[in-house]
């Protein structure tokens, strides 16, 4: 039996996006979104992307390896679907942004995606282990190759980074509810103490960590999200390290 919350019967769900209805369908041994010329289909402990091209078809099947969670985009509500293929590192295998803003219909659209998402991570709940949430932030569109994404397991956040030529996401550091932050650098992780959120701040493209007095304890390069995007990260961080 797959690891999906499901009735016996199939239920099917749809919502507006901006490329076209998205559609969910959730049944007792499988999960699958699609969108479009894309399909993706969750079961029997694997991942199968299935795209159509102008010649047939695309078909990608990989086995579920690691923790697979479903985050919102910030600030536009974009939906995604991560999967975590090795210790420390993800890959955005799903991606849906919201329609624009500007029609009279498109709050009824979110609300319909609200509502898809919901449950879509109530089927995937036991594949995200112990996931509370997460978000993603960044630039739109690019199949999210530059969106960071940020998994909160309640006691420890985990932002995911991806680096210059590296097509998924890599742990760039972690903050825990006991203060410490663990970064990921070329030399092993580095470990540091900050003792409220007055010690998570942004300095131009980076977060910065200081000490009580203003002294640097680390910076941590974030040069392809808006300045507000630091800024809505360094808050979270700061959050569960007051937590």
Request: a positive charge.
């Amino acid at each position: 039996m797959a690891p999906f919350r499901s009735n016996l019967v199939g239920e099917l769900l749809t919502a507006p996006a901006l490329s076209g209805t998205l559609s969910l369908e959730v049944a007792p041994r499988h999960v699958a979104l699609r969108l479009a010329e894309v399909q993706l289909a969750i079961t029997e402990g694997t991942i199968i992307v299935s795209r159509a091209l102008r010649r047939g078809a695309r078909r990608v099947v990989q086995p579920i390896v690691g923790r697979l969670v479903v985050a919102r985009g910030l600030p536009r509500e974009a939906l995604g679907l991560w999967h975590e293929t090795r210790p420390g590192e993800v890959e955005r295998v799903f991606g849906v942004e919201p329609r624009a803003l500007v029609s009279d219909d498109s709050l009824v659209a979110l609300r319909q995606l609200d509502r898809l998402a919901r449950r879509l991570g109530q089927a995937l709940s036991e594949l995200g282990r112990g996931a509370r949430s997460a978000f993603e932030i960044g630039p739109s569109g690019a199949r999210g190759l530059d969106k960071v994404l940020v998994i909160d397991d309640g006691d420890l956040l985990t932002v995911y980074r991806r680096s210059l030529f590296h097509t998924r996401a890599r742990r760039l550091l972690s903050a825990s509810t006991t203060g410490e932050v663990t970064i990921a650098t070329s030399r092993g992780d580095l470990r540091i103490t900050c003792q409220s959120h007055y010690g998570v701040s942004v300095i131009g493209d980076y977060l910065r960590f200081s000490t009580a007095a203003g002294d640097d304890l680390a910076r941590v390069a974030l040069p392809w999200i808006a300045r507000e995007d630091r800024d809505e990260l360094a808050r979270r961080i700061g959050q569960v390290v007051d937590r």
